[in-house]
């Protein structure tokens, strides 16, 4: 086994994390056996039930249609998750292998909104300035080679100079919350 192989991506499956040197071989990259394998009659579901994935623009398009593109929504509540951590011991583990960001908007034209991104690459916020309000005009919803781009602008194409807050990650999933 190599010393190298992180078993975390496979948290939600106790019955992959039993065989370490099919999940070693997972990681590596490698190829298995389906036929035969622990897989053979497993389901693996990875998205979760009361979720919609956003995956491709067409997700993203009516993820916007959905929401009125935001307008008259406003930033309620943002959430960061690193995976970082100290231990009451003081031992470290500074790797941050989560990167979530969880976003809640209340809109006058919807219900509200939570939004989560997973495997944040790169997050701008920008609050309101004062004298200033926090409502939002429209926003911005690109997928891109497997990757979300969101903006609290109607912004054309990715821009991760936009002064505005935005956020990039390799998922996103929403649902409607009252």
């Not at 509200?112 to 690459?121: A, D, L, P, Q, R």
Request: proline share 2%; aromatic share 14%; charged share 25%.
């Amino acid at each position: 086994m190599h010393k190298d192989v992180r078993f975390f991506e496979y948290v939600g499956y106790p019955w992959l994390l039993e065989n370490k040197s099919i999940l070693a071989d997972l990681i590596k990259g490698d190829t298995i056996q389906y036929k035969g394998s622990i897989f053979e009659n497993k389901a693996v579901v990875s998205k979760m039930s009361g979720w919609t994935y956003v995956e491709t623009q067409d997700d993203a398009n009516d993820l916007l249609t959905c929401v009125y593109s935001f307008h008259d929504s406003v930033l309620k509540m943002v959430n960061y998750t690193s995976g970082a951590y100290v231990d009451p011991d003081h031992s470290m583990y500074p790797v941050a292998d989560v990167r979530q960001v969880i976003m809640c908007f209340d809109s006058q034209l919807c219900d509200s909104i939570e939004m989560v991104f997973e495997g944040v690459t790169a997050f701008n916020l920008r609050p309101a300035g004062d004298n200033y309000t926090a409502d939002i005009s429209a926003a911005s919803l690109i997928v891109k080679d497997s990757s979300i781009f969101f903006g609290d602008d109607e912004i054309k194409e990715w821009d991760e100079n936009y002064e505005g807050t935005w956020i990039t990650a390799y998922s996103l999933r929403w649902r409607f919350v009252r």
